[in-house]
């Protein structure tokens, strides 16, 4: 954890049971490790049970091995009424050299739930700097495009 109250930060050393028979880690076990940042995220922000309702944008592009030290950091960057929009990046580090390299991001969308598993109403997020604002609205553009893609399905389907 961080001492930024938005940032949640998860590190773990990839182990064998992990692992294709090569040694790269599978990527189910990174997401894996991205949601739980992602859940943690969002929980503390809503202060409520969140599940996850979506993922967007799972690009791996450097290969991750047994012993790297996998670090994701996660952080609520949009909010609608109920759903939350938690960026995650993953830096993968070989304890053996010097340096991170970022391996891959994401975008998970989350959403909070009452006692009674219902979508529940989340805090409006505070924005106090500029790349917090870029954020918001980047988030913003694809929580309405994937709202109208959703509404478009449900009247294709009514049809
Ligand atoms: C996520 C879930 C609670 C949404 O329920 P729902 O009946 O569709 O609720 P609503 O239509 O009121 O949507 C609630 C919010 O979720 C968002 N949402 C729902 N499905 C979404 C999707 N596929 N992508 C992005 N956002 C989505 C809506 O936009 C809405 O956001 P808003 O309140 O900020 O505007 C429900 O689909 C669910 O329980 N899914 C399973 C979650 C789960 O178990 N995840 C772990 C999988 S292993």
């Not at 993922?55 to 950091?73: A, R, Y």
């Not at 553009?141 to 449900?154: A, D, I, P, V």
């Amino acid at each position: 954890m961080s001492d930024n109250e938005n940032i949640i930060y998860i590190s773990e050393v990839m182990m064998p049971h992990q692992a294709n028979v090569a040694g790269n880690i599978h990527g189910g076990e990174i997401v894996k490790l991205m949601d739980s940042a992602a859940y943690a995220a969002a929980r503390r922000y809503s202060r409520a049970n969140v599940v996850t309702a979506r993922i967007d944008e799972v690009e791996f592009h450097l290969p991750i091995i047994i012993g790297d030290l996998v670090t994701c950091m996660a952080q609520v960057v949009y909010v609608g009424k109920t759903s939350m929009e938690v960026a995650v990046t993953v830096d993968v580090e070989d304890l053996e050299t010097v340096g991170r390299k970022r391996a891959l991001s994401a975008f998970f969308t989350m959403v909070a739930l009452d006692k009674k598993g219902r979508p529940s109403r989340v805090p409006s997020l505070p924005l106090n700097t500029v790349e917090e604002k870029q954020a918001f609205e980047e988030g913003r553009k694809r929580y309405e495009y994937h709202k109208q893609k959703k509404l478009k399905q449900t009247d294709a389907d009514n049809q």
